[in-house]
């Protein structure tokens, strides 16, 4: 969870600042004058990954930065609630899968990261899961990031006959829409939701034979409790917050 103070006295129905973080046009990563000024202070106890100039940028635990927004078109603060990835090894390999079918190692990792998993045609079904146990009732999110092998936008199936590939909750396919949100230089993250019905948290993405020829890759899979996407939390051997 991240939080802005200001030591500058508050009045009972009066707004002592509207702070605009574009900037503009151009990424912070430090608090703006305008609050420095104000004896402003910025707090956050995890690393944030945050969109900047096409590119995933990591910063440090208390660093202050903006997010660039592709609908809004300009940069801006995105504050979030704590969050934490239960995917392990996030941007790991086929073997770092719970479980696989029909993936490789990719040859070339999308960029930033260390590692990215390879789907191939439609020839035949393909998956890559994290797996796990998840609590029925519960709303999970998740997150991927995709670049196709056309360098087209992806489209996340409702069907296993639709889009490209779709995003996978306790071993069901989402139907509902996903949210596609262009990063830079062709990479893609999409996410999306579902309630948990059956406990076991395999979660990650799946291409069926029904869906396009296409193929692509994929990294950073984030899953995570909630109904959105909060930014990237890179993993390792454990979960990570």
């Known amino acids: 969870m991240s939080c802005i103070h200001s030591s500058a006295k508050l009045r009972a129905a009066t707004t002592v600042g509207n702070f605009d973080f574009t900037n503009n046009g151009a990424p912070l990563t430090g608090l703006p004058t305008i609050i420095t000024a104000l004896n402003g202070t910025y707090t956050r106890n995890s690393v944030k990954n945050v969109v900047q100039n096409g590119a995933l940028v990591s910063l440090s635990a208390n660093q202050f930065g903006t997010s660039y927004d592709p609908v809004a078109g300009m940069y801006g603060y995105v504050p979030e609630p704590a969050a934490t990835n239960l995917a392990t090894n996030s941007?790991?390999?086929?073997?770092?899968?719970?479980?696989?079918?029909?993936?490789?190692?990719?040859?070339?990792?999308?960029?930033?990261?260390?590692?990215?998993?390879?789907?191939?045609?439609?020839?035949?079904?393909?998956?890559?899961?994290?797996?796990?146990?998840?609590?029925?009732?519960?709303?999970?999110t998740v997150s991927v990031f995709v670049q196709m092998d056309d360098n087209s936008a992806p489209v996340v199936g409702t069907s296993n006959s639709t889009g490209d590939f779709s995003l996978v909750t306790d071993n069901v396919l989402h139907t509902s829409s996903a949210l596609v949100r262009h990063i830079g230089s062709n990479i893609y993250r999409v996410s999306s939701s579902r309630t948990a019905t059956n406990g076991t948290q395999t979660c990650g993405v799946v291409k069926y034979t029904g869906q396009s020829s296409k193929g692509f890759r994929i990294t950073g899979i984030q899953v995570e409790t909630g109904n959105r996407a909060t930014s990237y939390i890179a993993t390792t051997g454990s979960t990570a917050s």
């Open 91 to 140: 941007d790991g390999t086929v073997a770092q899968l719970g479980s696989s079918s029909n993936v490789s190692n990719a040859a070339t990792p999308i960029s930033g990261f260390s590692n990215s998993i390879q789907f191939g045609d439609n020839s035949v079904t393909r998956t890559a899961y994290k797996g796990g146990s998840s609590s029925i009732g519960t709303v999970y």
